[in-house]
């Protein structure tokens, strides 16, 4: 199936609500203590080469190792237990419970509509408009791990999103140990766990919103934890949730290293109805790009009065402690 025709997908509504959003982008939309607090003057900038804290994910210590035997998909490999190339949509198709890609080299998108099925040490290169490195339709239990996953550049050649669930309905999907760079949006699903990556270098092209890990609207549990997540565009975020399609609940942002966009992070609050479960902890914002971390601020959105709803122990690389939004 072309990615083409399905990339704009539970998006509908995104860049009304985005505009809204970045027009109200002022430190009045913050609490009264992070206004304060920004007030004061900017944190302390990162003090390491790299910019980012030592223990975090970087470029050299996640994707596919070097050394790893690879083959080229069509022209070394075309087809394997579960998968194989589709020639006339230029992509490789996973449509096989349970199939294991591993060692492979792919310029082009993997379409997954399959259960259980690992990407492990494959490295992805693709770009242009309606691109994806990996969409997920109506799946369950899929790994995603230790894997490049590329744009072909900055510009034109950005990947859209680097790993989309399309329908919004994809259960129990694990993004863990991969390196995502050069895309407008790295990764965006509505339940699992993505853990242990490392997204920069994002791209554009105009109309484009950059996210680094983004949802739209869900219930279900999602675990966002010890990322890095360098965004270093004036917008949109690090980590966005947002209420495009009904209001978020039941997601756990923690102890990840951000940096970057409009807001770093986007808390879940809006029209749709009030959130809840939404638990953000024990992250380091940088401000490699911005004074406060994003452009306007490091977080807004965020309503500490929901249920369950928690902020505690977020800081700048300098120690410094963030005031709830």
């Known amino acids: 199936m072309s990615t083409t025709t399905t990339t704009a997908t539970r998006r509908t509504g995104r860049s009304t609500a985005r505009a809204i959003l970045a027009a109200a982008a002022t430190t009045a939309l913050a609490g009264t203590a992070l206004a304060t607090f920004m007030a004061a003057g900017p944190a302390g900038a990162a003090t390491t080469s790299t910019g980012i804290t030592p223990g975090f994910p970087t470029s050299t210590n996640t994707g596919v190792p070097a050394g790893t035997p690879m083959k080229t998909v069509p022209s070394q490999v075309s087809s394997g237990p579960g998968w194989a190339w589709n020639t006339s949509g230029g992509y490789l198709e996973v449509s096989g419970n349970g199939a294991n890609l591993t060692g492979l080299k792919v310029n082009g998108n993997i379409d997954v509509s399959a259960d259980n099925v690992t990407i492990s040490h494959v490295k992805i290169n693709a770009g242009g408009d309606g691109s994806m490195g990996i969409s997920l339709r109506h799946t369950s239990g899929v790994t995603i791990e230790n894997s490049n996953i590329n744009g072909l550049n900055t510009g034109a050649g950005r990947l859209m999103v680097g790993i989309k669930d399309i329908y919004g309905d994809a259960t129990a999907t694990t993004v863990e140990n991969n390196n995502i760079t050069k895309t407008s949006t790295d990764v965006q699903i509505y339940a699992g766990t993505i853990e242990n990556n490392y997204m920069a270098q994002h791209g554009m092209t105009t109309g484009d919103h950059i996210n680094g890990v983004t949802t739209n609207g869900d219930d279900q549990p999602l675990l966002i934890q010890h990322n890095t997540i360098l965004n270093n565009y004036i917008q949109t975020d690090a980590v966005g949730l947002f209420q495009d ?6 997601v756990t942002i923690n102890n990840n ?59 700048y690389t300098n120690g410094q402690a963030i005031p709830a939004p």
């Not at 399609?245 to 039941?250: P, R």
């Not at 971390?293 to 369950?308: E, Q, V």
């Open 245 to 250: 399609f009904s209001d978020v609940s039941n």
């Open 257 to 315: 290293f951000l940096a970057g966009g409009g807001y770093t992070i986007y808390g879940g609050t809006g029209a749709d109805g009030p959130t809840s479960g939404i638990v953000i902890t024990n992250n380091t914002i940088s401000t490699m790009y911005y004074p406060h971390g994003g452009y306007y601020g490091p977080a807004t959105a965020f309503n500490p009065a929901g249920t369950g709803n928690v902020w505690s122990g977020n800081t």
